[in-house]
């Protein structure tokens, strides 16, 4: 083997290896997510608008300071941008609703079966394919899901309301995903981000300001949460997966992203004392093997 072939491998291994690495940092940062929800000071929703409001100016800079973008706008466009916007905001508002009505780990874990609701809407809008590995996938996340809600069934309405709401995040994500598919060929996906964030935080606004609940933070420290839950989680856990996406296999990224709700609970384990049941530790590993083998076969 010659030298300079010898230094194009080791150097597409280290890419590959800061890339994984780049792929933990970022779930690592959507895992805090959740966490910053909680520890927030303002309501659910108006959470989810300064998560987008504050992450909005970095995406137009990222937009602006990319030479070469594709900047081609028209009305499908917009129209894509406006949909995407609206399952976007509809997820956000919904999931930080569930991360207060039920454990961190149940609204983190359900709200990541969206890839499920992603093949599904895949296979009933697109004709696309589903193999018998995405159904016993989706059979086993569900059956999951099923050991990881029935608890909260003893425990009160407002946790079952809390899991239930995590699942229709899950939904309205992969309605989000599902409204930009077509989108991606023709823009860059910092412009869609935009675009699509633009519209989200127009429509979270004016609910923000109807709903009975804080608005802004009472001092430096809930501003300092909202700001970490904008900038952390948003914009750097967002970009780090996104770049390392585009230098690691489908498969070993699937794997890499589901340790966000892994640490997402146990960063809530030693933090709010949100402890799992065998149970619970059983439907979580059961749903988290299932988004892998639907994510796998898709």
């Not at 030479?67 to 499908?76: D, E, L, M, V, Y």
């Not at 995407?84 to 454990?103: E, K, P, Q, R």
């Not at 009933?124 to 069934?153: C, E, K, W």
């Amino acid at each position: 083997m010659k030298t300079e072939e010898r230094l194009d491998i080791a150097k597409g291994e280290g890419v590959k290896t800061v890339a994984f690495a780049t792929l933990l940092a970022g779930s690592a940062a959507l895992g805090l997510s959740p966490i910053f929800v909680r520890l927030s000071d303002v309501g659910p929703t108006a959470s989810a608008f300064w998560r987008l409001a504050l992450a909005l100016p970095v995406l137009w800079v990222w937009v602006l300071a990319r030479k070469g973008t594709r900047a081609r706008t028209s009305p499908s466009l917009f129209g894509i941008a406006v949909l995407a916007g609206v399952f976007f905001a509809a997820d956000l508002g919904v999931w930080h609703w569930s991360i207060v009505y039920t454990t961190v780990a149940n609204s983190t874990l359900l709200a990541n079966v969206a890839p499920v609701f992603v093949t599904l809407g895949g296979w009933f809008l697109y004709r696309q394919r589903v193999s018998g590995l995405f159904i016993a996938g989706m059979i086993t996340a569900l059956g999951g899901t099923t050991l990881l809600v029935g608890p909260s069934f003893s425990l009160g309405a407002t946790r079952v309301v809390g899991d239930s709401l995590g699942v229709l995040a899950a939904v309205f994500y992969a309605g989000y995903m599902l409204s930009i598919k077509r989108a991606r060929e023709d823009v860059s996906t910092a412009l869609l981000m935009a675009l699509g964030t633009t519209v989200s935080v127009a429509l979270l606004l004016p609910v923000v300001l109807l709903s009975p609940q804080p608005m802004f933070p009472r001092g430096l420290h809930g501003w300092a949460v909202l700001v970490g839950l904008a900038l952390v989680s948003q914009v750097l856990g967002q970009s780090l997966i996104a770049y390392a996406f585009a230098h690691l296999t489908a498969a070993l990224s699937s794997v890499a992203v589901l340790t966000q709700p892994v640490i997402a609970a146990v960063l809530a384990w030693i933090l709010f004392g949100e402890a799992l049941a065998w149970p619970q530790l059983c439907g979580a590993a059961l749903v988290l093997t299932g988004i892998f083998v639907a994510r796998r076969s898709s």
